[in-house]
């Protein structure tokens, strides 16, 4: 079946531009979750959706980034006024549903590069 | 609070030697413990998990690991390396009330002819 896919998978901005990142997670997986990924670090965690409830945006860098997932499918990541540090992958996962232990099944993140 | 550590960002092994990579992790409570392989311009992909129960966990592609309670550890081990396991290796794990993963910086794993 179809996995969790992002889109654009490569995302360029100028300095200052908003942009949206897309995710289409697993049909009928409750739990959604974003994460950045630095170059040559791990992926650290932003924010996780259970439906369309925000449960946790603790990891939400700043008040530029901003979470949702209106229908409790389909979540947008907005980044306003980006700057040079936004540059990195963002990786959204989708778990089937809330409990520890889960697996978390990734998309193929989105790129984002800011000059 | 759960963090992950990975010792060694790079790791060479000839084709057919043994794999280990390693991973520590603090907790305060019982952990959730994976491991993940990220190829090149790919999402992550699950090799292994650990919740409860038997401490040797079996994954995919011929990959265990073993939960050490007493040494804080889970290291992955594959007996045999092929040239297609050469990728990005993460530790990760949760603990407690928390959903999300906290990762290891990661290990890229270089499998040599």
């Known amino acids: 079946g179809a996995g969790v896919s992002q889109s654009p998978r490569y995302k360029v901005a100028k300095r200052g531009q908003d942009v949206a990142l897309r995710c289409d997670p697993i049909?009928?997986?409750?739990?959604l979750f974003w994460y950045q990924q630095a170059l040559g670090q791990g992926p650290e965690f932003l924010t996780y959706f259970q439906n369309e409830a925000q449960l946790d945006k603790s990891g939400l860098p700043s008040d530029r980034f901003f979470a949702e997932r209106p229908e409790g499918s389909v979540s947008t990541l907005k980044i306003q006024r980006t700057q040079q540090e936004d540059s990195a992958v963002y990786l959204c996962a989708s778990s089937p549903r809330l409990a520890g232990g889960d697996e978390q099944f990734f998309g193929p993140g989105t790129r984002l590069t800011v000059l | 609070a759960q963090s992950v550590t990975q010792l060694g960002s790079h790791v060479s092994v000839s084709e057919g030697a043994l794999v280990l990579l390693r991973c520590n992790y603090s907790?305060?409570?019982?952990?959730?413990l994976f491991w993940y392989v990220q190829y090149p311009n790919q999402g992550l992909q699950l090799l292994l998990k650990?919740?409860?129960?038997?401490?040797l966990v079996k994954g995919i592609n011929g990959f265990e690991a073993e939960f050490k309670k007493s040494e804080t550890s889970f290291h992955l081990t594959k007996p045999s390396a092929h040239m297609s396991d050469a990728a990005e290796y993460f530790c990760?794990?949760?603990?407690?009330?928390?959903?999300?993963?906290?990762f290891g910086s990661g290990t890229q794993l270089t499998v040599l002819p």
């Open positions: 990760a794990g949760s603990s407690g009330s928390a959903r999300q993963l906290t």
């Open positions: 049909s009928g997986h409750v739990s």
């Open positions: 907790s305060s409570v019982p952990p959730y």
């Open positions: 650990y919740t409860t129960g038997a401490t």
